[in-house]
């Protein structure tokens, strides 16, 4: 198997699109796209038509197919999603072959937009809060509409759920993080919704993931690596964390460049989809919970020296707020 690196990556690109779309398709480099999307990398297929920006997003080699390492399940979301009008970079090829990368590949168009960076301006498209944060709430509407790909997994219960993240808050090196994590845990399991709207969701629905072009109009909606099927009003409880200074280490919180009104984003949800969200403040909980949680694992991965990203200490400053401000929001 190829070993992956930015030039087995621009190789297997060449060769592919020499294969399968233009034989004099030349490709001189490839590079890791920003982001904590993976395994993903930018790279320009140049042939007889011009210059095509791409995206490669590959699967992690001899890793099992499941969940967000499977990254060809995404490929019949994106195709219902593009039917129902949502906007998202098209996928040019998806490929299960090892003769081209190693692994298995999903290729999309780059697109010349910019998110709405939570952290940097130099990263962040020229666009307004209240303007940005419009156009996400419509486009998740029409995200929860579209229907599941034939196919897809039942939604896992909300108990299952909450569950789920249990052996990786077992990973806390830190007391005072187990403590809090267990009562937002045992909280939320106390007040399960008993009928939540079910349906597609994103998973990591924030402004990082979501382009805009020059002209401020959304343009692609991104990174589906952990969209599923289940309760859907997560989604929104989870752009309303990450624009709550509440939820955040006060020095971050204080320069947080993209914040909202979660009733704001509320009433433009339930005016967008029909839908009452009664337990909307359940979920901002869940959110917090769920997020608190990836937060310890990936502070016991970084420190133990599995996967070192020293981003992960300063996130880590949140973990006890972020808990705390969840079991706030079941009071």
Same mark, same amino acid.
């Given at each position: 198997?190829?070993?992956?690196? !930015?030039?087995?990556?621009?190789?297997?690109?060449?060769?592919?699109?020499?294969?399968?779309?233009?034989?004099?398709?030349?490709?001189?480099?490839?590079?890791?796209?920003?982001?904590?999307?993976?395994?993903?990398?930018?790279?320009?297929?140049?042939?007889?038509?011009?210059?095509?920006?791409?995206?490669?997003?590959?699967?992690?080699?001899? %890793?099992?197919?499941?969940?967000?390492?499977?990254?060809?399940?995404? %490929?019949?979301?994106?195709?219902?999603?593009?039917?129902? =009008?949502?906007?998202?970079?098209?996928?040019?090829?998806?490929?299960?072959?090892?003769?081209?990368?190693?692994?298995?590949? %999903?290729?999309?168009?780059?697109?010349?937009?910019? &998110?709405? *960076?939570?952290?940097?301006?130099?990263?962040?498209? !020229? +666009?307004?809060?209240?303007?940005?944060?419009?156009?996400?709430?419509?486009?998740?509407?029409?995200?929860?509409?579209?229907? &599941?790909?034939?196919?897809?997994?039942?939604?896992?219960?909300?108990?299952?759920?909450?569950?789920?993240?249990?052996?990786?808050?077992?990973?806390?090196?830190?007391?005072?993080? !187990?403590?809090?994590?267990?009562?937002?845990?045992?909280?939320?399991?106390?007040?399960?919704?008993?009928? &939540?709207?079910?349906?597609?969701? *994103?998973?990591?629905?924030?402004?990082?993931?979501?382009?805009?072009?020059?002209?401020?109009?959304?343009?692609?909606?991104?990174?589906?690596?952990?969209?599923?099927?289940?309760?859907?009003?997560?989604?929104?409880?989870?752009?309303?964390?990450?624009?709550?200074?509440?939820?955040?280490?006060?020095?971050?919180?204080?320069?947080?460049? %993209?914040?909202?009104?979660?009733?704001?984003?509320?009433?433009?949800?339930?005016?967008?989809? =029909?839908?009452?969200?009664?337990?909307?403040?359940?979920?901002?909980?869940?959110?917090?919970?769920?997020?608190?949680?990836?937060?310890?694992?990936? +502070?016991?991965?970084?420190?133990? =020296?599995?996967?070192?990203?020293?981003?992960?200490?300063?996130?880590?400053?949140?973990?006890?707020?972020?808990?705390?401000?969840?079991?706030?929001?079941?009071?």
């Amino acid at each position: 198997m190829r070993a992956l690196s !930015t030039r087995s990556v621009a190789e297997g690109m060449q060769a592919l699109a020499r294969a399968t779309a233009d034989p004099t398709s030349t490709v001189s480099e490839a590079w890791p796209m920003p982001g904590n999307a993976g395994l993903s990398f930018g790279c320009d297929v140049v042939d007889r038509d011009g210059t095509t920006p791409l995206v490669i997003r590959l699967a992690p080699p001899g %890793v099992r197919r499941r969940g967000n390492t499977d990254v060809l399940r995404i %490929v019949p979301l994106l195709d219902s999603l593009a039917a129902a =009008g949502v906007p998202v970079a098209a996928v040019r090829w998806s490929v299960d072959d090892p003769r081209w990368f190693g692994t298995d590949a %999903v290729v999309q168009d780059r697109l010349d937009a910019l &998110p709405l *960076h939570m952290a940097d301006p130099a990263l962040s498209a !020229t +666009v307004s809060v209240p303007h940005a944060l419009a156009q996400a709430v419509e486009v998740l509407a029409r995200i929860h509409a579209t229907p &599941p790909p034939p196919g897809w997994p039942e939604p896992r219960p909300l108990a299952e759920e909450i569950d789920f993240w249990a052996p990786m808050l077992g990973r806390s090196s830190e007391p005072a993080w !187990t403590d809090a994590g267990t009562a937002l845990r045992d909280a939320l399991l106390a007040g399960i919704p008993d009928d &939540p709207a079910v349906g597609v969701f *994103h998973g990591d629905f924030h402004t990082n993931n979501i382009l805009f072009d020059a002209d401020g109009t959304l343009a692609a909606v991104v990174d589906w690596e952990i969209s599923g099927v289940g309760a859907q009003l997560l989604d929104l409880a989870w752009l309303a964390m990450f624009t709550d200074p509440g939820c955040w280490e006060p020095a971050f919180g204080a320069r947080m460049r %993209v914040t909202a009104d979660p009733a704001w984003l509320r009433e433009r949800y339930e005016t967008a989809t =029909g839908r009452s969200t009664g337990t909307f403040d359940w979920f901002r909980a869940l959110a917090c919970y769920r997020f608190g949680v990836i937060t310890v694992f990936n +502070v016991y991965l970084h420190r133990s =020296g599995k996967r070192v990203d020293a981003t992960w200490e300063d996130r880590a400053r949140s973990i006890l707020p972020l808990l705390h401000r969840g079991l706030e929001f079941l009071r």
